[in-house]
């Protein structure tokens, strides 16, 4: 694909009020990551000359869009003096002749989905769905193949409310047409702003060819609340995971599961109901359990669970972690942790076995400490370990002791208990009876 062929404008100016946030729309979530990088990283795939018009927390948006992207144009919306969609394309400079403008809102859009754009030749393209209901929405006059004009449905009359064609809201122009007909643009409306719907009467008065583009809903669903962000999201989710089953990973109640859009797959993987896996992670020949949530880790020929939390920073290798057992910024390999653990802050080696209950106390208050285990070292049941701390290889740890030492030397036991006291007949004194 040729990307020198169309340029792609984004508008995402808009403060979304129906959101309920004082977050901007375009940086609520879907999946793991913004709207707004969703639509980005599709318009990428099909163009090498993408802008976006940012106004409401315009520094925000930026700021976090180029976390993701060093090559996009942002150009800032004068909303006080230009406001609407017309007046978010005065400032943009297209470079290549074909000039396709997206919504902010729209982030199940991909690149298939719009490749129609680049393959209809017109100096408009304008993208309609066929709806069976099409109460609410502007109709859309088609007539030979081409577009004639759009009516809103409070002003159509009872013919053009029988139009099953609506408007779907994106559209492609001929650079030629931006430079001629968004100068002319104004704002002599009810409510003051100006259109890009606009340029499509005037090219029309014009005779320009004009011509509609039957889409898909389900790409190019708006998101303008809470409720459409999550009816989005199952959407995105569904397209997640029957992508990576589709390359051979199994999922065990796959609607259960929650897979966000950064996370990777290797090789042969089993995630069980209730699991989610988000962040920057990579799972490879991996079964994670039922009830685990692993966070931006790489865990590689292990199994994980069930109810076991992998946080982030976690590398995880030819490893058991078994029930509630919690790891944070730590790296195990070849390492047994079966059940009611905290590990974090730890270097784990292989061989080495976690009892039931033990704890890296890695934490005093202001400094976070790191515990070193090396290979083979057994840690009894009930063990907490005070960071800093380096246990050698081939070392015991007695069940129940706290280990305060710096070090604990190579093949060395450490134990720490108290003496048991046994006070003879104390349960029938304490309850009063033999």
Not at 51 to 73: G, P, R, W
Not at 412 to 429: E, G, P, Q, W
Request: hydrophobic letters at 40%; proline letters at 3%; a negative charge.
């Amino acid at each position: 694909m040729d990307k020198n062929n169309i340029s792609i404008v984004i508008l995402a100016a808009g403060q979304g009020s129906r959101m309920k946030s004082n977050k901007a729309k375009v940086l609520h979530n879907i999946c793991g990551k913004p709207m707004l990088y969703h639509i980005i990283k599709a318009s990428k795939e099909i163009s090498n000359d993408i802008s976006v018009v940012i106004a409401h927390q315009k520094e925000k948006v930026q700021q976090e869009m180029e976390n993701f992207f060093t090559d996009i144009h942002f150009v800032v919306q004068d909303a006080d003096n230009f406001p609407g969609t017309g007046g978010a394309m005065k400032n943009v400079k297209p470079k290549n002749e074909k000039v396709l403008v997206l919504n902010g809102d729209m982030p199940l859009i991909n690149a298939d989905s719009l490749q129609g754009f680049i393959d209809t030749d017109a100096d408009i393209i304008m993208s309609v769905f066929d709806l069976q209901n099409p109460d609410g929405y502007g109709r859309v006059k088609i007539e030979s193949g081409e577009v004639q004009y759009i009516v809103e449905q409070k002003d159509a009359d009872a013919d053009e409310l029988k139009i099953s064609t609506v408007n779907a809201g994106i559209y492609a122009f001929s650079k030629d047409v931006i430079d001629k007909y968004i100068p002319l643009l104004n704002n002599d409306n009810a409510q003051e702003e100006y259109y890009l719907t606009d340029v499509i009467s005037m090219a029309k008065k014009d005779s320009l060819v004009i011509k509609p583009l039957i889409v898909d809903e389900e790409y190019f669903k708006g998101v303008n609340s809470k409720k459409d962000l999550s009816d989005s999201e199952i959407i995105m989710q569904d397209r997640i995971k029957t992508h990576w089953m589709m390359q051979g990973v199994i999922m065990q109640l796959p609607s259960t599961i929650y897979i966000e859009e950064s996370v990777t797959f290797e090789g042969e993987c089993i995630v069980e109901n209730g699991c989610r896996i988000t962040g920057d992670t990579l799972i490879s020949n991996v079964h994670i359990k039922s009830g685990s949530v692993v966070e931006d880790s790489v865990v590689k020929n292990s199994d994980i669970g069930p109810l076991a939390h992998i946080r982030p920073a976690s590398y995880i290798e030819d490893t058991h972690i078994g029930n509630f057992v919690e790891v944070k910024k730590s790296s195990l390999k070849g390492v047994k942790a079966g059940h009611l653990s905290y590990l974090g802050d730890a270097q784990i080696d292989e061989g080495t076995n976690i009892g039931a209950g033990t704890i890296t106390c890695n934490y005093d208050g202001i400094n976070k400490y790191k515990t070193i285990i090396g290979k083979n070292v057994f840690i009894g049941s009930d063990s907490q370990l005070v960071a800093p701390v380096t246990i050698e290889d081939d070392v015991m740890i007695a069940a129940g002791t706290t280990v305060t030492n710096d070090k604990i030397e190579k093949g060395a036991l450490a134990i720490s208990r108290n003496k048991v006291k046994i006070v003879k007949d104390f349960y029938y004194k304490f309850f009063g009876k033999k």
